[in-house]
């Protein structure tokens, strides 16, 4: 049996098996039991309540545990008592001490856009149906997804960004012939 190459989408090249398929795991479950829960019951309501749920340890575990973990990410917000500004902060692993398996990489990223696309595809389902009662569930499951997608894109030009200044300023040894300039004219 031939090796897959690294990057390809199966969890056992995976650097994190068990947090790959708990992210994997709650990613699909929420969408399974909306699709598929009117087959097992008819009750709306505990339907409505497991999805929701699920969307939020999906919510939590993915912020929290798989995009560190994964991809080396993480964000939160902050609120400024004083003011009540908001603040979006953005984390990113240090890429000299971190590496990033592709295939956690291509796994993350595919499963983190692909979800929101597949709510909106439901949310289009329900308005043409007029089951206005199920897109209020489409909606929150909307704004979670959506939520997490724009916030690790944003860390993600982020890190990109501060790595790319952080490369720049030391990799062409600028840091280095700035601070020896200024110890230079400070004993001269």
């Not at 190459?5 to 994190?16: C, K, Y």
């Not at 969307?55 to 545990?65: M, R, S, T, V």
């Not at 289009?124 to 690790?152: G, P, Q, S």
């Not at 990799?171 to 230079?184: E, Q």
Request: proline share 3%; aromatic share 14%.
């Amino acid at each position: 049996m031939d090796n897959p190459p690294p990057g390809s989408l199966t969890w056992r090249l995976s650097t994190h098996p068990i947090t790959l398929l708990c992210f994997l795991g709650f990613r699909i479950s929420s969408l399974l039991v909306y699709l598929f829960g009117l087959l097992f019951t008819n009750n709306f309501v505990l339907i409505f309540i497991v999805t929701i749920l699920l969307l939020a340890a999906d919510f939590y575990y993915l912020k929290n545990i798989a995009g560190r973990r994964l991809v080396g990410l993480r964000w939160w917000n902050e609120v400024n008592t004083a003011t009540g500004e908001s603040n979006w902060v953005f984390e990113s692993a240090d890429p000299e001490t971190r590496t990033i398996n592709a295939t956690d990489k291509r796994f993350f990223w595919l499963v983190l856009y692909a979800q929101p696309l597949l709510w909106v595809a439901l949310a289009v389902v329900a308005v043409v149906r007029l089951e206005f009662i199920w897109l209020t569930l489409v909606v929150i499951a909307m704004v979670l997804t959506i939520t997490n997608t724009l916030a690790f894109s944003r860390c993600d030009k982020f890190s990109q960004a501060s790595n790319l200044a952080s490369s720049a300023l030391y990799s062409g040894g600028l840091a280095r012939n700035i601070g020896g300039a200024m110890i230079s004219r400070l004993f001269r």
